[in-house]
Nanobody, 117 residues
Framework: QVQIVESGGGLVQPGGSLRLSCAAS??????????MGWYRQAPGKQRDLVAA???????NYTDSVKGRFTISRDNAKNTVYLQMNSLKPEDAAVYYC?????????WGQGTQVTVSS
């Protein structure tokens, strides 16, 4: 059974920073070959991709976070990170981690990010 667990969310003022972590585990889960992504969902809105990183370490970002967010992975720790800088109120949402390989996908339970003064 695969577990995806996010952490690091919280309350931050506009302009502040947070680092989210996503730890993956499972007896037959090979983290190294999964594409990992961070998604977010604000109240009343759909869940959208924020950033993703391929198994080979190539990142991509949605336009609204380019230059502010950085996704990275540590295959030795089965963990993917999302460093979020210069946070804006519109970044507030529940952030979810997703592991994808072909037609297989695993989601975490989400972590809340609140951006408010």
């Amino acid at each position: 059974q695969v577990q995806i667990v996010e952490s690091g969310g919280g309350l931050v003022q506009p302009g502040g920073s947070l680092r989210l972590s996503c730890a993956a585990s499972g007896s037959s889960f090979n983290f190294n070959i999964y594409r990992m992504g961070w998604y977010r969902q604000a109240p009343g809105k759909q869940r959208d991709l924020v950033a993703a990183i391929s198994a080979g370490g190539n990142p991509n970002y949605t336009d609204s976070v380019k230059g502010r967010f950085t996704i990275s992975r540590d295959n030795a720790k089965n963990t993917v990170y999302l460093q979020m800088n210069s946070l804006k109120p519109e970044d507030a949402a529940v952030y979810y981690c997703k592991a994808v390989k072909a037609l297989t996908a695993y989601w975490g339970q989400g972590t809340q990010v609140t951006v408010s003064s």
